[in-house]
């Protein structure tokens, strides 16, 4: 039988309520899995959360709306971020920003077309001693330049294909 995606969810967060436990502290670490999984947290899945949590969805809402990595909609399999804040816009964010869109073809706040990329800002990551400092998803890079920019984004698409991207692909191949 073919599950629609609205019981995949309903099946994902009730398996993930009973691992990781049915009370407020359980909300965020649920909604990661649902941003990880689905790229996304709808306003179904928030409603499929409050259910099981037994809370008011407007709590979920205030949650995903808070932390800047939840998100409502869909974006890119890739998410870049870069931070934002003073020390790496000193160490020279706006270089980099620019190699981003340069290479992306879109601006921040958007997502290609074919849905691969999004271009985020983001706060403080607690790198600041080697900025400029991105996120691609959960992989943090340092110090990085216009060329770095250049060999990431390539890194990642390389990654198209029928294999699921992991974020250590892309580390693994500019460390080297
Ligand atoms: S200011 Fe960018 S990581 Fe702290």
């Known amino acids: 039988m073919l599950l629609t995606e609205r019981q995949r969810i309903c099946e994902d967060v ?40 037994g809370i008011h969805p407007v709590e979920v809402y205030s949650v995903v709306t808070f932390f800047a990595f939840l998100r409502e909609g869909t974006h890119g399999k890739f998410v870049i ?12 964010k706006d270089r980099i920003a620019q190699q981003l869109r340069n290479d992306l073809g879109i601006d921040f706040g958007q997502t290609t077309p074919d849905g691969q990329f999004s271009l985020e800002w983001t706060s403080c990551m607690g790198m600041c001693d080697q900025g400029p400092a991105l996120l691609v998803n959960d992989q943090v890079f340092t110090r990085v330049t216009s060329d770095m920019v250049h060999d990431i984004v390539e890194a990642c698409r390389r990654s198209f294909g029928p294999l699921a991207f992991h974020s250590r692909e892309v580390k693994t191949e500019v460390d080297q």
């Not at 398996?15 to 359980?26: I, V």
């Not at 870069?82 to 020279?92: H, S």
């Open 14 to 53: 009730t398996a993930w309520t009973h691992e990781l436990g049915s009370d407020r502290s359980a909300m965020l670490p649920i909604l990661q899995l649902i941003q990880a999984k689905y790229r996304e947290v709808s306003p179904y899945s928030m409603q499929v959360v409050a259910d099981q949590l």
């Open 81 to 92: 971020r870069l931070c934002r804040t003073i020390t790496c816009d000193m160490a020279g």
